[in-house]
Every structure is written in C-alpha cells, then in structure tokens.
C-alpha cells in the first residue's frame, strides 16, 4: 500500500540502529522514537522543526529572525536556542549517522528519508558525538538498483509550489545510484506594508530628512512578505556491494536556500525608552522627531500580528540590510562496512560538510531605525568515527568499541547598529573546535530474558576564539575605541557512562532501567563588549535514571510503550547581565556561565493501535517537571534577565500531546483507495526565557491537520487535498524583548492553510 503504510504498522517490525546495531524498537532499551518516510509525509512533516509532533517532551522550533536558519531544540527541558557558534546545541542531529555541528543549519528541509529517530535523554556514550538532551537522527533512503522512484508537486497557501522527486537506478550488478531533488517556493506568513501609505495621517513632519510619508504611488501598500521559502536541493548516492560481507555507501549533498528574513511582528513599544535620545551630530536636539519627523513609539504597532512596517534600512548612515536568511549547504559522506565474519564488523564514516549564510534583522519593524543586524555565519567540519562490532560467547555478548574525530573552523561576520545609543560596530569572530572520543558499548545475555548494559566514552575537547570587535568608520560610534582583537584558548576532558538492566518478561513485553550521563560542551562568552567580558564557561552536564515498560497486545496489534526519568541538571549554562564599564561608562554586558543546578521529572507515554482493516491509531502524551534547586552565579541575573527558583526552562511546556489516525474510507473501491489522515498536536503554556516573564509568554495551543488522499489500483498515482491547521489556531513560535527591553518582538505561526498535491510512483 503506497499512500498509508502506517496501516499495518502495529503489526510490523520497526528496526532502529541506536545501539549501533540493527534492534526491534520494542527490544532496544532507550527511550526511542522511529517514524517511517512515507509516514512523515502523510502527518505534513517536511523540515526539522515539524519532527517535535512525532515524539513526546521534545520542542523544536526556529528562532525566527535572530540567526537565520537556525532551530532551538529542546528535550526533556535540555537544549539551547542561540545561533552564535560559541554555544553548542543541547539536541544533536545527525544524517547517515553524520554529525551536524553548530545550531545554525539545523532548520533544514527533509529529504527522500527512509526513517526518522528521536532518542530523548543524554546519549553520552552513543551516536557519536556527545549529546546531553538527546538526539535526532535522519537516515535517507539508500540505492536499491531497482529502477524505482517517484515525481510530486503540490501547490497550496502563500503561493506555495513544492516539487520533490526520486529516481532509482542499478549502474551495474554490484552498483546502484539514487538520485533526490526537490524545489519550494512559497510566500511569507507576514506581509510588509508600507507605514506612510497604511497611515497617511501619522507621518508627521514631512519635512524631515528621511519622512515616513509614502514616497511611491499608492497602488498598494504591500511592499512583499517575511518568511518567503526559496529553496532548492539535490542529493547524489551510490552503494557499492562488490562482495557478500562488504558494502560501501557514497553520498553527496547541495542545498541552495535563498529564502527572505524570517518573520517577525512588533507586540509592544514603550515609547519612553526613546524619548531621551539626541540627534549625534546636534547635542540637545531629539532624534527621530528631527531625522524622521515622528517619535517611535505605538504608532508603528500593525494593525495584525502577520504585518510589518520593517524596511531593513539605517536611511541615517545609508545601510541598506535587505531582509534575507539563507543558507548554502554542501556535504559529503563515505560509510563503509566490512563483516570480517559473522560476529565482527568494521564501520567507518568519513564526513565534510559546510554552510554558508547570512541573516539580517530590524529590531524596530518600522522605517525609523532603533537598532538591526546583518550577520554572515560560515562552518566547514570534517568527521570521522570508526566502530568495530562483534559478539562473543555463543552470541551472547555484543559489544562496540570505536573512535570519533570532529574538527571545525567557523566564521562570524556582523554589522550591529544602533544610532540613537550611537552605537554602530562590525563584529568578527573565528571560533574553532575539535573533538576526540573513544567509547565501548557492551550488552550482555545474563539468560535468556536478563540482559546487562554498560557503556563509556572519554571526550577530549579544544576550542580556539579570536574576537575582533570596531566601530564603524565614519558613524559616532566610540564603544571600542582602538578595537577590540582578543584570542583566547580552553580545554577539558570528560568521562561519561551508561549503566543499564534490561528484561524481557515474554515476547510481548520488556522492562528497563538505565542510569546514563551526558553533557554540553563550554566554550566563550559569545558577545562580549570588553576585554573583561571575553570568558570562557565550562561544560554542563546531566545525570539521568529512566524506567521503561514495552509492551504489545492483542497479537501485536497494540503497541503501548512508556517510560520515566528523574535528571539531575548541573552547571547549568545561562545568559545574563553584568555591569562593566564600556567606551568609559558603566553598561550592562551580556555573560554566559555554568550558573544553576535544576532538577527534572517526567513521565512519557506513546501507543499504536491496528483497530482494524480500516483504522490505525496513534499517539503520545508527556508531561515535564523542571525545577531549579540553586541558581548559585545565576542569583545575580534575577535583577534583569535570569531565572528565579521558581522558573522553569525556556520552551519546556509542562504537558504535550499528539493524536493521530489513518482510516481507509469504503469509496471509489473499483478505481483504487481512499484515505483520510488527520493529527492533533497540542503544548501547554511555555515561556521563551528563563526568566519566566508574563508579558513573553507563549499561551498553550493545539494545532490539527487533515489529509485526504487516493491511489489508484495500481498504486501508480496518488492524489491528495490537505488541509494545515485546520481549525485556525493563532499562536507565536517565540516572543522576546529588544532594544533595552523598551520592544516586543513576536514570530507568529500560520493560521489555516490548504495544499493540493500529485505524485507520480514508478
């Protein structure tokens, strides 16, 4: 069955490789999520950020505007959110088993998968590198030579035109060639609206150097949209089987993401935070009355939370930004695999990847200009993890022992400016990282049904920075007077072990325990404003113990898994302010360090349920505790941005949900099938900083989707009319102060959209 193989899914066998072998998921002793291609296509799931509705106690989601094209990643209340390279993701992705380095580049786009993993709590001694909140793994549909693939086109809301295809190819009797492409374009969620011509009685002074007042003629005032798609990609694959026991997988990669800035609205202004400002070159005289005409102030607040009066210009000092956030992605992988003899095998992984992009960012979503940023990230990494697998003893110990290696250099180019503060600067930094770890994972068959676990890795870490901060030439900008041009050095070591019991009380149900550790690695503070503020933080690290019960009923037509964790969370590494003298005057500079410890619990339930011939359901709930205990060095960030001890984690809603069907409706049977394919994904309350404050609060929300699809007979042809958060739901991604705290920014999540789409099987 083309369209819905989740049909029979609770009677299939479901293999993951998170124990670097191949395992039924309902014999693997984690806490595990795996979800089929064809399944991700059918739930609507198409970039890493959708992949948080297929498993519980996992948040995704873009960071909007502030950092391009990258995704803050939470689990179990472990992650991070921050593009800057000095701060490594708490979530670690990988594709073909291949690590992906810095946050920045993790909001992709899915291609052509056979399967997606998501393993929750620390993976301290697995998926090669070390990952502290957990990890995700995508793994791509592999060359079969079978001369197989499949063309698709769907249109739908926003002008969206997306175009996927595959083509399956045998080169020779031992080599095969799969081919991937696919192209989206779609319009923003936000629509940029020209202020002067929405208001023409609110532009003031027109006779002001740079007015408001609407300079084209009025034929509409729509001048474009933010968060426009314009992405192309192509993968190359071959796999080469020339013997029995060897197997060799080449893989290359090119992602082009032209994409416009992200979307961003203004929820607030406190116009008194501006009012004080004076024109640079005419002491005593107010700013934006003088330069533009008008105060800032809730006059540019738009009349909805999807339009911007954002121009993305300084018309002061003549910069233009231009709203952009893209990304050019190019990799390549070689995965080889030798079975030396039935009980051993060697797997090397050879690895490069590099990104490029550029982001820029209006704070002040006007055509005044408070203050906005044009960033260029780049990072090339190479990779390279060894692993030998082997059983002993009748088969009755398997154990893995292997070798990781990660180098990456990486660049940080920006232009920060902020005219009334006259505060205009050119930030450049060269962060650099190299990893070396060696691991051993033993499962042992102490009988039959008892089986012991234990795992180690030992990490080496080295991190080089050189931050070069100057003002901007020709700008009054005097807050590094000389420049800035700091190099700094650190290092640390880490042992991190996984301790587990596993018992397969028959062939329906097991239960286990694990203790487990991982941690996040430290590195600078990525924004200082002196020498002073140039400090290193030190890695953070958690202590987890997790309970499971997998169960199947009525003839594995039911699946029931659940689990729960208690974690201990140390050296919590938190942002906050700290008074310094900057450019001869105190200022609050912006420091991360190991700040807090916390404490968290939570309880994770999924089931599938094969109801019938027509029916499938599925679905899973969780619920997270997170607690600080003591705020240690964070005690003195309660004043401005840190938490209290009665916070909780940034994007850590107490209680998710998720709820789904697939259903084989009894029409058109004499010309092929019809399926309807609905889910309901649903997060309580979550605060976007670890403050906790009210006014940033993103209120609980339930977002539903609709599929209906028909395949022919002959499963060559699939039709599909698909209806995206069909009920409306109006919701932000994330809300967050700027500009000194006297703005509200939100990114707003699309309302009810439609799609139409086509695929063509052969």
């Not at 989601?61 to 939470?74: E, I, L, Q």
Request: net charge negative; aromatic share 12%; hydrophobic share 35%.
């Amino acid at each position: 069955m083309v369209a819905l193989p989740g049909l029979a899914q609770a009677q299939d066998e479901i293999v993951v490789t998170a124990q670097f072998r191949e395992q039924n998921l309902q014999e693997t002793p984690l806490a595990i999520t795996a979800v089929t291609g064809e399944d991700l296509t059918q739930r609507g799931i198409t970039d890493t950020q959708d992949l948080a509705k297929i498993a519980p106690s996992v948040n995704f989601r873009s960071t909007g505007p502030y950092g391009g094209k990258t995704m803050g990643a939470y689990i179990r209340g472990v992650g991070a959110n921050d593009y800057n390279f000095n701060i490594e993701p708490g979530v670690a992705f990988y594709i073909d088993d291949v690590y992906l380095g810095p946050s920045f580049g993790l909001l992709l786009k899915l291609i052509d998968l056979e399967r997606a993993e998501i393993l929750r709590g620390p993976q301290g001694t697995l998926n090669g590198k070390n990952a502290i909140g957990g990890a995700v793994k995508l793994i791509s549909a592999k060359p079969q030579g079978d001369n197989s693939g499949y063309l698709s086109a769907e249109t739908g809301s926003r002008n969206l035109l997306r175009f996927k295809g595959a083509f399956d190819v045998g080169l020779a009797e031992d080599l095969a060639m799969r081919v991937s492409a696919f192209s989206e374009s779609q319009d923003g969620v936000v629509q940029l609206l020209d202020f002067g011509c929405v208001n023409p009685d609110l532009v003031g002074d027109t006779s002001a150097p740079h007015t408001v007042r609407d300079e084209q003629p009025a034929q509409s005032c729509k001048r474009g949209t933010l968060g426009n798609s314009r992405v192309n990609g192509a993968r190359i694959q071959f796999r080469w089987t020339p013997s029995d026991n060897f197997e060799a997988n080449l893989s290359g990669n090119y992602i082009d993401d032209n994409s416009g800035g992200a979307a961003d609205v203004l929820l607030f202004v406190d116009p008194s935070g501006y009012s004080g400002y004076e024109e640079p070159s005419m002491p005593g005289v107010p700013f934006f009355e003088t330069v533009y005409g008008v105060p800032y102030d809730e006059r540019f607040l738009p009349p909805d939370n999807y339009s911007s009066y954002a121009t993305f210009e300084d018309p002061y000092y003549g910069l233009d930004f231009s709203p952009q956030a893209t990304m050019l992605t190019k990799d390549a992988t070689l995965t080889m695999d030798w079975e030396l003899s039935p009980t051993l095998n060697i797997q090397s992984i050879s690895a490069w990847r590099s990104i490029a992009g550029t982001w820029s960012y209006d704070s002040d979503s006007s055509p005044l200009a408070t203050d906005g940023v044009i960033d260029t990230q780049k990072h090339e990494q190479f990779s390279q993890e060894l692993r030998i697998n082997g059983a002993f003893m009748d088969d009755r110990l398997h154990w893995t022992l292997g070798g990781f290696y990660y180098d990456a250099t990486q660049r940080d180019i920006g232009t920060i400016q902020a005219v009334p503060f006259n505060f205009a600067i050119q930030v450049d930094s060269y962060p650099e990282h190299e990893n070396y770890a060696g691991f051993l994972h033993v499962e042992y068959d102490l009988t039959d049904a008892l089986t012991l676990i234990g795992g180690i890795r030992r990490t080496s870490e080295d991190k080089v920075y050189r931050f070069i901060e100057n003002d901007i030439p020709g700008t009054p900008s005097g807050v590094f007077p000389g420049g800035l041009d700091v190099p700094a050095t650190t290092s640390y070591d880490r042992t991190d072990w996984r301790a587990g019991i596993q018992y397969q009380v028959n062939d329906d149900h097991m239960v286990y325990f694990n203790v487990s550790t991982g941690f996040r690695g430290g590195g600078f503070n990525p924004r200082p404003a002196n020498l002073q503020s140039v400090t290193p933080f030190g890695p953070e690290e958690v202590t987890s113990y997790e309970a499971g019960v997998r169960s199947e009923f009525f003839d594995s037509r039911v699946r029931w898994n659940n689990t729960g964790y208690y974690a201990k969370y140390k050296g919590i590494q938190l942002n906050g302010r700290i008074d310094s003298i900057v450019a001869g005057e105190a200022f609050p500079v912006s420091v991360v360090t190991n700040a807090a410890e916390a404490r968290i619990w939570g309880i994770e339930s999924e089931f599938e349920a094969d109801v019938n011939q027509s029916v499938f359901l599925y679905g899973s709930v969780s619920y997270t505790d997170f607690q600080y205990q003591d705020l240690g060095p964070a005690a003195a960030f309660a004043a401005t941005n840190g938490p209290t001890l009665d916070s909780t984690q940034a994007y850590t809603p107490e209680w998710q949900f998720n709820l789904g069907f697939n259903a084989t409706l009894p029409f058109f049977t004499e010309y092929g099938s019809l399926y309807l394919n609905g889910d309901y994904a649903f997060q309580s309350e979550q605060y976007p900083d670890t403050r906790n404050l009210e006014e940033l609060k993103i209120d609980s929300y339930g977002v539903a989707n609709l599929r209906l699809t028909f395949v022919d007979n002959d499963e060559d042809w699939e039709f599909s009319v698909i209806g995206y958060n069909i009920t409306d739901e109006k919701y932000f991604y994330r809300k967050n102060y700027v500009s000194g705290n006297w703005q509200i920014k939100g990114v707003p999540a699309p309302g009810a959209e439609w799609g139409i789409s086509l695929k063509r099987n052969f």
